[in-house]
């Protein structure tokens, strides 16, 4: 069992930074492919940044060159730091560990001002 807890969101202007972090507890990260999503009222939650236990990052179009997934295993943590806010970034950001299958932490929010 792993559980997962999100911290870091909070209101930025846009054009700000933001670094949201996940730590984990039960089990060690180092063995899971980490993900962060979003999700906005009546949409559907979307994968933003993942994270292989090999190291392999993934980013959704709509985030390259502005966020970066880390993880640092030694404090079974791991970061999306956020660059660049926009508006349209404004969700509700929730880590996972192993998949959609997997484990959800309880999310955190995110809201960006024009």
Not at 21 to 50: D, I
Not at 76 to 88: E, I, R
Request: proline share 2%.
């Amino acid at each position: 069992q792993v559980q997962l807890v999100e911290s870091g969101g909070r209101l930025v202007q846009a054009g700000g930074s933001l670094r949201l972090s996940c730590a984990a507890s039960g089990r060690f990260l180092s063995t899971y492919n980490m993900g962060w999503f979003r999700q906005v009222p009546g949409k559907e939650r979307e994968l933003v940044a993942s994270i292989r236990n090999i190291g392999t990052t993934y980013y959704v179009d709509s985030v390259k060159g502005r966020f970066t997934i880390s993880r640092d295993n030694a404090k079974n943590t791991v970061y999306l730091q956020m660059n660049s806010l926009k508006p349209a970034d404004t969700a509700v950001y929730y880590c996972n560990a192993g998949g959609t299958a997997g484990y959800w932490g309880q999310g955190t929010q995110v809201t960006v001002s024009s």
